[in-house]
């Protein structure tokens, strides 16, 4: 918030009312163009607030001529959020501290520098911004891979031989090839080809090591990979049934969190419809752990999932 006061007496509320960590939410400090609530001109009606802001005078969104929604987070959310509000808020509390929005590798990476206790993959379900990958392809995990194996991609060409290419601008040699956008942010690191030089001294010249070679060339999504355990890694968005609870897990999660199933259940039948709710996806997830030859969470693993581009190909004849 715009105001750190307010910040300050929500993180001691929450203290006191006995959570057990603080969530940042990091993907919002602008809000996304939300097209439905800027044609219904959506506002909250006269006798409900912000419950969470009672007390705090800011728990009202007003009558507007866009979105009430779009104009509240404008008027009280501090857009200049970075990784230094994040270490001043560790100063005011001792509650371990989630950051939730993350979708690269690279912010991982960076949550960890900065402290942060865990991070949730989300992309606020996909209405902050059109085109976000889903939170599914950020988190993957790829599995076990044997030191003396060389990272390839699809065309089976060598992806240090890739990052050269496109390093030297030999755009003709990966217009074809998906890991064209997974290393725009890489290559930079890499020094340009010289003629009289082969494209493999490229990758020793720049000291590229094999085993960050293949942390990239998992690509800048695979934030499980990043991280290597030393953080919970939890999956957020459009978790609601037992097999995408599997799912995540298989890709590498700590835990997911849900959303919309818990206010669908809330509506229909209070506390009672979300513990219904709750005992329906744990069903789901035994059956398809039992269905899957899974005896406990240890023996659920990547190799239980299988994306489409993972499937035999059969050429067929001309």
């Not at 404008?74 to 005011?92: E, F, M, P």
């Not at 390093?167 to 340009?192: I, N, W």
């Not at 800048?220 to 030393?230: D, T």
Request: net charge neutral.
């Amino acid at each position: 918030m715009k105001d750190w006061n307010v910040v300050e007496q929500l993180v001691k509320r929450a203290e006191r009312a006995g959570f057990k960590a603080i969530v940042v939410t990091v993907d919002t400090p602008r809000l996304g163009r939300r097209e439905a609530d800027i044609k219904n001109r959506f506002v909250l009606p006269p006798h409900l607030t912000l419950k969470n802001f009672e007390g705090l005078d800011i728990g009202r969104i007003d009558q507007t001529n866009d979105s009430g929604l779009a104009s509240y987070v404008a008027s009280q959310v501090d857009r200049s959020l970075n990784w230094k509000d994040i270490k001043w808020l560790q100063t005011i509390t001792q509650l371990p501290i989630l950051l939730k929005g993350v979708l690269t590798a690279e912010d991982a990476l960076l949550a960890m520098e900065t402290g942060a206790a865990g991070i949730i993959v989300s992309n606020h379900g996909a209405r902050q911004l059109d085109y976000v990958p889903a939170t599914i392809m950020a988190l993957e995990e790829e599995g076990e891979k044997k030191k003396s194996d060389q990272p390839e991609n699809r065309s089976g060409t060598p992806d240090y031989l890739l990052i050269a290419a496109l390093k030297s601008k030999k755009t003709h040699e990966v217009a074809s090839c998906d890991l064209a956008g997974r290393y725009l942010g890489v290559v930079s690191s890499l020094p340009q080809c010289q003629s009289n030089e082969k494209e493999e001294e490229i990758v020793t010249k720049s000291q590229f090591t094999m085993q960050s070679l293949d942390l990239v060339a998992c690509h800048k999504w695979q934030i499980v990979k990043a991280v290597q355990g030393q953080i919970p890694v939890f999956f957020d968005g459009g978790v609601c049934r037992g097999t995408d609870v599997f799912k995540a897990l298989a890709l590498g999660a700590s835990g997911v969190f849900i959303g919309r199933p818990v206010v669908f259940s809330l509506a229909v039948d209070g506390e009672a419809g979300v513990r219904n709710m709750l005992q329906i996806l744990r069903e789901e997830f035994e059956l398809t752990m039992a269905l899957s030859g899974c005896r406990s969470l240890g023996e659920i693993s990547r190799n239980h999932v299988m994306y489409k581009w993972e499937l035999p190909r059969i050429a067929p004849r001309l």
